[in-house]
């Protein structure tokens, strides 16, 4: 993945409040049901949003999954 699609995703995960991340996470519809099993919910925010820039590495995410996640985040 593109360095400049995951500091996107971080900065966007990092906009989100912790009691609707995975809500919106659900709604991107991105990662897994399983993927989002695997993350710790209750760490602190700047890691967990880096284990979903991880988990996005793996999925291969694109510009446009990441612009996604944005427009779900701004029309939330």
């Given at each position: 993945m593109d360095e400049t699609v995951a500091e996107?995703?971080?900065?966007?995960?990092?906009?989100?409040p912790m009691t609707e991340m995975m809500t919106i996470l659900?709604?991107?519809d991105f990662l897994s049901e399983n993927q989002l099993q695997t993350v710790n919910?209750?760490?602190?925010?700047?890691?967990?949003?880096q284990d979903l820039v991880l988990l996005c590495e793996e999925n291969r995410?694109?510009?446009n999954d990441a612009a996604l996640l944005?427009?779900?985040?701004?029309?939330?």
């Amino acid at each position: 993945m593109d360095e400049t699609v995951a500091e996107f995703i971080k900065r966007t995960l990092l906009k989100i409040p912790m009691t609707e991340m995975m809500t919106i996470l659900k709604a991107w519809d991105f990662l897994s049901e399983n993927q989002l099993q695997t993350v710790n919910f209750r760490s602190r925010k700047e890691c967990l949003a880096q284990d979903l820039v991880l988990l996005c590495e793996e999925n291969r995410i694109s510009l446009n999954d990441a612009a996604l996640l944005d427009m779900i985040c701004k029309f939330w």
